[in-house]
Nanobody, 127 residues
Framework: HVQLVESGGRAVQAGGSLRLSCATK????????ISWFRQAPGKERVGVAT????????SYAESVKGRFTISQDKANNIVYLQMNSLKLEDTAIYYC?????????????????????WGQGTQVTVS
């Protein structure tokens, strides 16, 4: 069983920065991957960043490229999302998820069947 707990979301001014954390617990195998998604009010959940296939460089949504960075602290089982130059449109609930089969399918699609575990989300509000 896998557990994910996001934290770090808060209200921030446009142009500011935030670092979100995703604490992971359980059997996360080396073949798995972790992604960040977000869901704005009234909109569908969309992929923001992913480690993708293990060993490959991370991938990002076009809307956050150059501003967001996904990273991890393997020793402490934490995945981070560093968000810089925040914009109003970055306002959303941010979720982390484990992809148990990152070798195929569209990583940015939350309906991908291998996204087996999700956290409860953390709210980011940019004003």
């Amino acid at each position: 069983h896998v557990q994910l707990v996001e934290s770090g979301g808060r209200a921030v001014q446009a142009g500011g920065s935030l670092r979100l954390s995703c604490a992971t617990k359980g059997d996360i195998r080396d073949t798995y991957s972790i992604s960040w998604f977000r869901q704005a009010p009234g909109k569908e959940r969309v992929g923001v960043a992913t480690f993708g296939v293990p060993g490959d460089p991370p991938s990002y949504a076009e809307s956050v490229k150059g501003r967001f960075t996904i990273s991890q602290d393997k020793a402490n089982n934490i995945v981070y999302l560093q968000m810089n130059s925040l914009k109003l449109e970055d306002t959303a609930i941010y979720y982390c998820t484990v992809d148990t089969f990152p070798y195929g399918g569209a990583w940015y699609n939350w309906r991908k069947s291998s996204y087996s575990y999700w956290g409860q989300g953390t709210q980011v509000t940019v004003s």
